[in-house]
């Protein structure tokens, strides 16, 4: 299945790359219905690096989702769009339901100077992807207004 949200967020390009590499941000957007524990030596990077970052999951603080891994990359692009893509996934927990993880992230510059944002997972839970498919529908949604909002304050 497929997920794709693509809009324009106010703020320069430069500051959207930095907040893709963010932890902080990766945090703020998913709050209150995901939060994430770093289970790296020393905790969260400053920024993303290309590599395995595993983390922890509950759902609204509390519920335990389980473990997965975020493994990014940054593939290289001649057209001025940056991208990142985490093709990492569940390592056990009700989070493992989903099978196939693919999400990519993408930003360019607009016009205006502001950024056009692409994001898309591509994602398989087997036979219950249709009943997974709305619920995770539903927290990008949520995911894309939480960007919309925090963007203003990227400069």
Partial sequence: MRIFLKFVIDCPPDAAWWALRSPAVFRAVGR????????EKDGFPQAWGPG???VRAKALGRLPMGEQIIDLSYPRRRDGVRMEVDSGGA???AMSIITRW???????AT???RTLYRDQLRFS???LTLLVWPVLWAFWQWRGGRIRSLARDWR
């Fill in 102 to 108: 693919h999400h990519s992230m993408a930003v360019s």
């Fill in 91 to 93: 390592l056990n927990g």
């Fill in 125 to 127: 839970a087997g036979p």
């Fill in 111 to 113: 016009d205006d100077g």
């Fill in 32 to 39: 209150p219905f995901l939060t994430f524990e770093s289970l």
């Fill in 52 to 54: 395995i970052h595993p």
